[in-house]
């Protein structure tokens, strides 16, 4: 049996450059409007980092284009059916619930037809929220900070999904110590999880 159930996280650690990594990631939230299993789910970034991050995925993120994927201004399609827009929905709602904060997005478009859901930054999910222990499979960039160690492992081991994970570092002993660690089928260091 293989697990291949896609949340494996995208940590940022404290050496990484905010405005060359963000493209990465985002494109990895945002590709196929998120339904890939390898996409970028759940961000762990080093408290020092979180708010130069974040700014510059709001940068990408206000970029995307949604609309009809046959045309060319197109740069994020629709989600594939009812459930996936209910399973956003419900992720969101429950990470709000518990504390995270919607910087953009976070609901359907209403101004498209059919299951468009917006392209969404949230920022301060919690441990025991549903975007950090299950597959969201949507247009989704949420973001939490650690201070320590010791803090990010706790949030990436309380999911038991690891299709793939990432590690942003300039040092290749730290990107090797984190890789190595990750319960995924593969890590990637500094590029795209896709």
Same mark, same amino acid.
């Given at each position: 049996?293989?697990?291949?159930?896609?949340?494996?996280?995208?940590?940022?650690?404290?050496?990484?450059?905010?405005?060359?990594?963000?493209?990465?990631?985002?494109? %990895? %939230?945002?590709?196929?409007?998120?339904?890939?299993?390898?996409?970028?789910?759940?961000?762990?970034?080093?408290?020092?980092?979180?708010?130069?991050?974040?700014?510059?995925?709001?940068?990408?993120?206000?970029?995307?284009?949604?609309?009809?994927?046959?045309?060319?201004?197109?740069?994020?399609?629709?989600?594939?059916?009812?459930?996936?827009?209910?399973?956003?929905?419900?992720?969101?709602?429950?990470?709000?619930?518990?504390?995270?904060?919607?910087?953009?997005?976070?609901?359907?478009?209403?101004?498209?037809?059919?299951?468009?859901?917006?392209?969404?930054?949230?920022?301060?999910?919690?441990?025991?929220?549903?975007?950090?222990?299950?597959?969201?499979?949507?247009?989704?960039?949420?973001?939490?900070?650690?201070?320590?160690?010791?803090?990010?492992?706790?949030?990436?081991?309380?999911?038991?999904?690891?299709?793939?994970?990432?590690?942003?570092?300039?040092?290749?002993?730290?990107?090797?110590?984190?890789?190595?660690?990750?319960?995924?089928?593969?890590?990637?260091?500094?590029?795209?999880?896709?």
């Amino acid at each position: 049996l293989m697990e291949l159930g896609g949340n494996g996280p995208t940590v940022v650690l404290d050496d990484a450059d905010p405005a060359r990594i963000a493209p990465a990631i985002a494109s %990895c %939230c945002y590709y196929h409007a998120g339904q890939v299993c390898s996409s970028t789910e759940r961000i762990l970034v080093e408290h020092t980092l979180k708010e130069s991050l974040v700014e510059e995925l709001l940068k990408l993120t206000s970029d995307v284009k949604q609309g009809d994927p046959w045309d060319k201004a197109t740069t994020m399609g629709p989600q594939n059916n009812a459930a996936v827009v209910e399973e956003m929905k419900r992720h969101v709602a429950d990470a709000v619930e518990k504390g995270a904060k919607v910087l953009t997005g976070g609901k359907p478009n209403a101004e498209l037809p059919g299951f468009f859901f917006e392209p969404t930054v949230l920022v301060d999910y919690s441990i025991d929220s549903l975007i950090n222990k299950e597959e969201s499979f949507g247009p989704l960039a949420p973001v939490a900070s650690f201070k320590d160690e010791e803090e990010a492992w706790e949030m990436i081991e309380a999911c038991d999904l690891g299709l793939v994970s990432s590690v942003f570092t300039q040092d290749l002993n730290r990107a090797f110590k984190w890789a190595e660690r990750m319960r995924s089928g593969i890590s990637v260091v500094n590029d795209f999880t896709n």
